[in-house]
């Protein structure tokens, strides 16, 4: 399974950017996965942003919630992350990934991750 994300850049504070994450691999559907994002800023810990469980169920770290919306396009196996309302906080490098659960996604995200996608906020 290859990930590759993009939609990053600079934006404004309170500005918006969305990002995409295509998802390739023989016999990949991503409805089956559970598929999140998740960022690390410099000098700081990698954190999980949201989750999209195979069920559809959503999940959101606090520092995001009401500003940014996981989706999911599954006829295009691609994931998406509407970002609003901007902070500098939110600066990173912004990865996406996929798992069979969601356990197995938070315990070893980084090893199944794309190439990342920056974010930069001013």
């Known amino acids: 399974v290859q990930l590759v994300e993009s939609g990053g850049g600079s934006a404004q504070a309170g500005g918006s950017l969305t990002l995409s994450c295509v998802v390739s691999g023989y016999g990949f559907k991503s409805r089956s996965y559970c598929m999140g994002w998740f960022r690390q800023a410099p000098g700081k810990e990698r954190e999980g942003v949201a989750r999209?469980?195979?069920?559809?169920?959503?999940w959101y770290a606090d520092s995001v919630k009401g500003r940014f919306t996981i989706s999911r396009d599954n006829a295009k196996n691609t994931l998406y992350l509407q970002m609003d309302s901007l902070t500098p906080e939110d600066t990173g490098m912004y990865y996406c990934a996929a798992d069979s659960a969601c356990w197995l996604l938070l315990t070893r995200w980084y090893l199944r991750r794309g190439p990342g996608t920056q974010v930069t906020v001013s």
């Open positions: 999209i469980t195979s069920e559809g169920t959503l």
